[in-house]
Structure formats: structure tokens, C-alpha cells
């Protein structure tokens, strides 16, 4: 079935460098990918998403790649914060569907 | 506007026992969700709604029921609970297909304990 490969589950940065996390999906016809935090003992929330007609999308400190014909995309963050440090999954539309399907989560940790 | 709200946020259940858990939003939307949150494994779907008086399965189905009797509430239901279905359970919803967003909106998430 359809899967979402995200890379690394973990990474550690010091305050004010970037950080990339990677994501890999299976079905070509996934059209729609969103990157959403996740704060300790919170819920998701999204921080920027990407449709499959853009290559690229950025707002402030945070962009995503995509690269459709590799089938995979990448969240950048720049200049690193203490609180940018929280769990971070991407996710895939299945298909042209309204379900999604979620990475297994990169937990990032930025030391001042 | 509260968004996306779930009752209740905690709870311990022994195994064989059964409860409801209720999702609610009052942002007019179309599609609601339920998914499980456990470690290492992201978020997967459970049940999911497209309107008012439908549901249908997502990718880990059994041993949950789900209904969809007014358009802005979704209940999960736990027939005969048992240890594997402890988890962190969060609801979403997102407005119809085809307009300005395809952002799925998460609920605060329910705690379940399976002794």
C-alpha cells in the first residue's frame, strides 16, 4: 500500500542553524503535502503545505521542497530557535483523495 | 470559535469495557477523522467522515465503530476495549473538497489507557 518514508526520526541543532528533514513518497498521484508541529502533550498543527503543481513554498524561517518526480519533499527551517524544537511530520495525500497519509515523525531539538 | 474539541481528554478503561469518544467542531466542515497516535508509527486513520450520516474505514478499522449523526459532531466508539487500542486518539476535520484549503484541523487528543 501507499507509504510515507521521513527522515531523520531525530535531530539535534544548535540555535541558529538550519535543519532539513526528508520525506519520501510512494503514490504518484499524491497531490497535496502538508507539514505539521507537534509540541509536547499537544496537538498537530500545520506550518506550511505544498500542492504537486509547485516545486517549491516558503514562509519566514521554513520552506518545502518538492521534488515530484523523485517522489520526495523536504522541510527546511532556518536560523534555528529554542522553540522551533517539537516533533515535525509530513504527510501525503493519498492519491487525489481527502485522506492523508503521515510520516513517522522527525524529533528536532535546537540547543541555545 | 472553539475549533475542534474532544471529550474526554483522559481515560482509564479495563479491558473487555466499552466507551464513546466524542469529536465536535463548529467550523462547518465537511470531513471529519479519527486517528491514533502511537509511537514511532506517526498517525493513522481510523474511521473518516465526508458529510453528515456517512462514515467509512481508514487504514486500522478494527475494533472501532464510528458515527456521524449531525454534521458537526463524530464519535469513535469502543465496543470491547482491549490493551492494544491504549493510544493517544485526535480527531481533525477539514472543510469540503475544491476550496481555498486542504489543511486538516487536529483536536486537542484523548488518552486512553487499556488495563
Known amino acids: 500500500g501507499e507509504n510515507v518514508e521521513q527522515h531523520p526520526s531525530t535531530l539535534s541543532v544548535q540555535e541558529g542553524d538550519s535543519a532539513v528533514i526528508k520525506c519520501t513518497y510512494s503514490d504518484s498521484a499524491s497531490n497535496y503535502f502538508p507539514w505539521y508541529k507537534q509540541e509536547l502533550g499537544k496537538r498537530p498543527q500545520l506550518i506550511i503545505d505544498?500542492?504537486?503543481?509547485?516545486g517549491e513554498k516558503k514562509d519566514q524561517r521554513i520552506a518545502v521542497t518538492l521534488n515530484k518526480t523523485a517522489k520526495h519533499f523536504s522541510l527546511h527551517i532556518t536560523e534555528t530557535q529554542p522553540e522551533d524544537s517539537a516533533v515535525y511530520f509530513c504527510a501525503a495525500s493519498k492519491g487525489n483523495t481527502d485522506k492523508l497519509i503521515f510520516g513517522t515523525g522527525t524529533r528536532l531539538q535546537v540547543f541555545p | 470559535n472553539a475549533g475542534v474539541t474532544q471529550t474526554p481528554k483522559f481515560r482509564v478503561l479495563k479491558t473487555g469495557q466499552s466507551m464513546t469518544l466524542l469529536c465536535a467542531q463548529d467550523?462547518?466542515?465537511?470531513?471529519m477523522y479519527w486517528y491514533r497516535q502511537d509511537p514511532g508509527m506517526g498517525l493513522r486513520l481510523i474511521h473518516y467522515s465526508v458529510g453528515e450520516g456517512t462514515t467509512a474505514k481508514g487504514e486500522v478499522p478494527d475494533g472501532y465503530n464510528v458515527s456521524r449523526l449531525k454534521k458537526q459532531n463524530f464519535l469513535l466508539g469502543l465496543e470491547s476495549a482491549a490493551p492494544s487500542q491504549t493510544s493517544v486518539y485526535f480527531c481533525a476535520s477539514k472543510p469540503l473538497a475544491g476550496g481555498w484549503t486542504d489543511t486538516q484541523y487536529f483536536g486537542p487528543g484523548t488518552r486512553l489507557t487499556v488495563l
Open positions: 467550523m462547518n466542515h465537511e470531513y
Open positions: 505544498i500542492r504537486s503543481n509547485v
